[in-house]
């Protein structure tokens, strides 16, 4: 299916990682502008000057990718490391989201989507940082998707996890034996999703039939998490 964009100015922020790459060709192959941003964006000047930059944004893509220390044990999980996992998906979220909305508001029209994780709505050890900061994003899409529904601004995350990446899921990964036993146990679909199977849920929470959708943060993860 196809989502009429044409018209659209869409910024995507860490545009050359994570969701990045694929979200920029799939919005662009159904019209859409695209702005197309790889900085850091590790302070709120950065933030502020990235979206006062880009001129109108009909769709911000707050698309955040950091290391998920897999592996590390909570004892081991140092400050350094705590505090970088949430400079880098914590604290730009609220920059971008803070920055973007009022000109959205005045407008009374606007979509922010975010790439999030579903690691925080299932268990898992070794993975505190990553699930803690994954997990914030998805409070504070809850809160600001309900705050500003009334401006008639939609505000969504996209919950995913066995998303194929590059840097998640490298090929060696992928061909893994133990990792393919381990794909068909967890995952009840039993597959990788393509990375357009997932900015396709992007592309309908951006078109305007996706309106009713507020705070959502929607789990894309074949099963694995609900």
């Not at 019209?31 to 911000?60: F, N, Y």
């Not at 061909?175 to 146990?185: D, T």
């Not at 309908?204 to 959502?216: I, K, N, T, W």
Request: proline share 6%; net charge negative; with cysteine.
């Amino acid at each position: 299916m196809t989502y009429d964009m044409n018209g659209k100015r869409v910024l995507v922020t860490h545009a050359d990682r994570f969701m990045g790459p694929a979200c920029a060709e799939e919005f662009s192959k159904n019209g859409a502008e695209i702005l197309a941003d790889a900085s850091d964006l590790k302070s709120d000047e950065d933030c502020q000057r990235l979206i006062e930059g880009a001129g109108l944004i009909d769709v911000l893509i707050v698309n955040l990718a950091a290391p998920n220390l897999y592996g590390t044990l909570v004892t081991e999980l140092d400050e350094p490391a705590w505090q970088e996992t949430f400079s880098l998906l914590v604290h730009p979220l609220h920059g971008l989201v803070r920055h973007t909305l009022p000109e959205m508001i005045a407008r009374r029209k606007g979509k922010i989507i975010v790439f999030g994780s579903a690691t925080p709505l299932r268990p898992m050890g070794r993975l505190a940082a990553y699930s803690a900061a994954r997990g914030a994003q998805i409070s504070y899409v809850k809160s600001v998707g309900v705050e500003v529904a009334r401006h008639n601004v939609q505000v969504n995350l996209i919950a995913q996890n066995w998303v194929e990446n590059p840097a998640y899921y490298p090929p060696d990964l992928q061909a893994n034996p133990k990792f393919q036993k381990n794909l068909k146990e967890q995952v009840p679909i039993g597959r990788l999703a393509k990375p357009e199977e997932d900015v396709a849920l992007a592309l309908f929470l951006a078109s305007d039939q996706s309106d009713f959708f507020v705070g959502q943060a929607i789990p894309f993860a074949g099963g694995w998490a609900s």
